[in-house]
């Protein structure tokens, strides 16, 4: 005898049947049928979610791009978006408006100002579940009057001139769905131009990325070794490559690093070149400067800045440009090939109708994509970049060639010829060994082409080697994670990293060791030199762009101070008298600094020379934010090196000199490393290392 089974029961028994049959896919139904801590007044993210077309979606990615904020959701302004994430992207821009009003009320309008609030008022419940996760991590360092008076000064701030300022989320620590959000195969035109974190490298074994081993210079005696010889450095791919790390929270390797790429990022206020005294062709000026050094008192820092020349565009020579453009296997991702080819658009964008401009792909062969083209044509250009695909191996010696060969058939006699190199690096045919392609470099060099390095990706990346080449091709590297990075190089900085106005240029500094018993120069550990190579004219060394600032610190340890420094010693010479010095030779001087330089059509250098006085009597001297701002980013490359060097320093005293030392700050770069450090020590705080 049969009887019916109710079909809800029935549906029942189906499914536990099948769950028992198939353990991961029960497994996957009972995580999907788990209840998600959402907030009561939100619905689930797959019904809440915000188009790109939606008018507040559009109304604050118009606001990412004016004010350039830090984006902490990755493919914001191609994708859909949970109400979460908006609200992180909101409370990033909130943020970033803040700062801008706190240095001038004018930058950020009242229109842009009554945008924010209405979002923030539409997504206040979604603010208010970013924040109570950070009070609770605050709450135990914050006592109840503390936090009273925060309340009050956030309750009492007028809203008609500055927004009311929201905890900061940082973008490497925020909610699970901003680091669970997948990439998009591909870049969209018209995307925001906003900081996307790239995605991280979850599966070391796939992470193959190089980087050369970097010793921290270490102090000398001034009695045995009193000159210091090193070549001017302009590249500024460490720093950029650094905030990849951080942003996708977690902290750089050490020997990413590189503290003197990281002080270059970013502009200082020195002087102009004078046209006085004769020195009008001078291209460009020496700014010095000495104060107590932040992390030990006891010892002084000394800056030596260098500024190059600005040119108008009215008086910069015509470009005959190769852009070669690694299209390989390997730069199939979003973050390289896509992300090369928005970048090379916004620089055909500044071409000018005497500009000329050549492509040239390789992978498992190198071909030329599109002969030399005037800038007049840039949909031309422009067509022929939007062709590019990637796949195969990676011939890039054979490109290398190629693209010299092009620029030397189009060569502009007093023009500018640059290859400007777009890769992750990961070079695996033909030519390839760092040495092997060294030495292809050094030999174009010489036929007055100059060589422009921009880094992609992650995973794979191959730093050193692409360092490397631009050392050696008298040109400069930058790493480009994002298309606000590549807007920076590729236009803010067009002039500088195009145009050169010095190459070779070396510096080399004598110690008094009356005033100076020990030295140390800061960064530059692969740019250093043999003393005898400064006048060497056919040494190579580094160059300088139009408008660049290359700024160099050295710590110095007063001669009669006892230091904590373990100094290195060095057996009494049986021959030679050692530490014996004239009476007095220097006078109050501290040291000499003298550079060597030749212009771009020259073979033979010229020498500027420039004593540093000693300050000692000044000891009430406010340092410059000049040096303020170089010390905190010196300060924090220490930090992230873990440097033996670092004496006293700590997250607080980075935090300290760069909000002194942040001045103007038009774009904003300044203001972003303030972020940066803030979260790496939360970084800090979550892993217990490097400080």
């Known amino acids: 005898m049969s009887y019916p089974i109710p079909s809800k029961m029935w549906q029942r028994v189906s499914i536990a049947t099948l769950l028992l049959l198939i353990p991961s896919a029960g497994i996957a139904i009972l995580r999907q049928s788990a209840t998600v801590a959402v907030p009561t007044n939100q619905t689930p993210p797959s019904s809440t979610s915000i188009l790109p077309n939606h008018p507040d979606y559009q109304a604050l990615q118009a606001l990412v791009q004016q004010y350039s904020c830090v984006v902490p959701v990755q493919n914001f302004g191609t994708l859909p978006v949970t109400r979460t994430e908006f609200a992180a992207v909101l409370n990033a821009c909130v943020n970033r408006s803040n700062e801008l009003i706190a240095t001038d009320p004018k930058i950020v309008t009242q229109a842009d100002i009554k945008t924010l609030q209405r979002l923030q008022s539409e997504f206040a419940p979604e603010l208010a579940s970013l924040r109570s996760p950070i009070d609770e991590l605050e709450a135990p360092n914050q006592n109840t009057r503390e936090r009273t008076q925060a309340e009050a000064n956030r309750k009492t701030q007028p809203l008609s001139t500055l927004i009311a300022p929201l905890p900061s989320i940082s973008s490497g620590s925020s909610v699970d769905q901003l680091a669970s959000r997948p990439v998009s195969p591909k870049f969209r035109d018209g995307g925001s131009v906003g900081r996307f974190a790239p995605q991280a490298q979850t599966d070391s074994k796939f992470n193959t990325e190089n980087y050369n081993r970097i010793d921290d210079n270490p102090f000398h005696r001034v009695s045995n070794d009193p000159l210091s010889t090193f070549s001017i450095d302009v590249d500024t791919a460490s720093y950029s490559n650094v905030r990849r790390f951080i942003t996708q929270g977690e902290l750089p390797p050490k020997d990413a690093v590189r503290i003197e790429e990281m002080i270059n990022y970013f502009t200082y206020n020195y002087p102009q070149p004078k046209g006085d005294s004769g020195q009008s062709d001078r291209p460009f000026s020496v700014t010095t400067e000495v104060a107590a050094a932040p992390w030990n008192p006891q010892h002084k820092l000394v800056q030596v800045g260098l500024q190059g020349k600005r040119l108008e565009s009215e008086t910069l020579p015509p470009s005959n440009l190769v852009f070669l453009i690694d299209v390989s296997g390997s730069m199939d991702d979003p973050n390289k090939l896509p992300l090369v080819q928005q970048s090379l658009k916004l620089l055909v964008n500044k071409l000018r109708p005497e500009d000329r401009v050549s492509l040239v792909v390789y992978a498992g062969n190198a071909g030329l994509v599109l002969p030399a083209t005037p800038g007049s044509q840039k949909s031309k250009i422009l067509a022929a970049i939007d062709r590019l695909e990637a796949g195969g191996s990676t011939a890039g010696g054979q490109g290398i060639e190629l693209a010299y060969k092009i620029a030397k058939q189009n060569f502009l006699k007093s023009g500018n010829n640059r290859v400007i190199l777009a890769t992750d690096g990961d070079f695996n045919v033909g030519v390839s060994s760092d040495a092997d392609l060294t030495r292809l470099i050094e030999q174009k060099r010489d036929q007055g082409i100059f060589l422009t390095v921009l880094g992609f990706g ?56 009356a005033k100076v018993q ?36 050295y710590e110095i340890i007063p001669t009669g101070t006892k230091s904590d420094v373990k100094l290195p010693e060095v057996d009494t010479l049986r021959y030679q008298r050692s530490g014996e010095t004239a009476v007095n030779p220097g006078g109050n001087e501290l040291m000499q600094v003298k550079l060597r330089y030749k212009l771009p059509q020259d073979s033979t250098s010229q020498l500027i020379t420039q004593t540093i006085q000693d300050d000692d009597l000044r000891t009430d001297q406010i340092p410059s934010t000049n040096l303020r701002f170089a010390a905190a980013v010196a300060t924090f490359g220490m930090l992230l090196r873990d440097s033996e060097y670092k004496g006293n320093a700590n997250y607080d005293l980075v935090m300290n000199l760069a909000t002194q030392g942040k001045g103007e700050d038009r774009e904003g770069y300044r203001g972003e490393f303030i972020r940066l450090v803030e979260q790496s020590r939360g970084l800090i705080a979550k892993t217990g290392s490097r400080e």
């Not at 005898?532 to 160059?543: E, P």
């Open 458 to 513: 992650t995973g794979n990346y191959k730093d050193g080697k692409m360092e490397q080449l631009a050392d050696q091709g008298n040109g400069n590297y930058a790493y480009i994670d994002t298309l606000l990075e590549a807007k920076k190089v590729l236009v803010n900085d067009l002039r500088g990293t195009l145009f050169t106005i010095a190459k070779d240029v070396k510096i080399q500094v004598e110690f008094n060791p």
């Open 518 to 553: 020990a030295y140390r120069l800061i960064g530059y550990e692969n740019r250093l030199l043999q003393n005898q190579d400064f006048n060497d004219d056919k040494k190579d060394a580094g160059d300088i762009g139009a408008g660049h600032s290359v700024t160099a610190l």
